[in-house]
């Protein structure tokens, strides 16, 4: 699976951005997807994870109650709804094949820098 996240930008705090991630290859719909992110001198992070059907997400601490996670399985798509973005929140974002909490995944694709500007 290929992955392609998109939709990053600069915001101020309390902004929102919608990140997207378009994959491609074979059965898409089995996997758990997520997202990671990387700030500046920082290790790479956990985010969100969702499985296959969408019945299951798990969201890290950091981002509870202001990001939303989704999927459209028929369009291979995974999404990120970033809302009350806060500085700390400034990173590269990356699509993620099965994401797990220390920040790790099978594979990733090109990240999608968010700056949030205080």
């Known amino acids: 699976v290929q992955l392609q996240a998109s939709g990053g930008g600069l915001v101020q705090a309390g902004g929102s951005l919608r990140l997207s991630c378009a994959a491609s290859?074979?059965?898409?719909?089995?996997?758990?997807m997520g997202w990671l992110r990387q700030a500046p001198g920082k290790e790479r992070q956990f985010v969100a994870r969702?499985?296959?059907?969408?019945?299951?997400?798990i969201y890290a601490d950091a981002g509870k109650g202001r990001f939303t996670i989704s999927r459209d399985n028929a369009k291979r798509t995974v999404y990120l709804q970033m809302n009350d973005l806060k500085f700390e929140d400034t990173a590269v974002y990356y699509c993620?094949?099965?994401?797990?909490?220390?920040?790790?995944?099978?594979?990733w694709g090109q990240g999608t820098q968010v700056t949030v500007s205080s």
């Open positions: 290859g074979r059965s898409f719909n089995i996997y758990d």
């Open positions: 969702i499985n296959g059907p969408g019945s299951s997400i």
């Open positions: 993620a094949l099965n994401p797990t909490l220390a920040g790790l995944a099978d594979s």
